[in-house]
């Protein structure tokens, strides 16, 4: 799952997505612009989705707050920090909840085969 969606190819969320396809994974995108990033509707709001194992962010700390209790509600195993979306709070919680949370890149991780 991908937060912080957009369907500007000029954005890394965007890119991103593009990458997350191509190397095989199954994603949901979530953003506040309709749009589509290879061939995968956003989706706004806050879907029920079952099963989500990484989420990774492309929203700021601010931006976040309003997802937090969505973000735990998913229990995905990972939450991965972008460069920017760097959230201390939100780490603490997820920690606190048994979730993974990394700092990283998902491009650079994909790029490694470390994601």
Known sequence: MLIGATPNPARYAYLAAMRLVQY???????GVKNGAVAGVDIQKGMPDIEGVDTITLYLN???????????????????IF??????????????????????????????IGAY
Not at 24 to 30: A, K, R, T, V
Not at 88 to 99: F, H, K, N, V
Request: overall charge negative; aromatic content about 4%.
């Open 82 to 111: 972008n460069p920017g979306a760097e959230n201390p709070e939100l780490a603490r919680l997820a920690t606190e909840q048994g979730i993974e949370t990394v700092e990283g890149c998902t491009l650079v991780m994909l790029s």
């Open 24 to 30: 095989g994974h199954e994603l949901i995108l979530i």
């Open 61 to 79: 700390a601010d931006r976040q707050r309003a997802y937090h209790d969505y973000i735990l509600s998913l229990h995905p195993k990972r939450i």
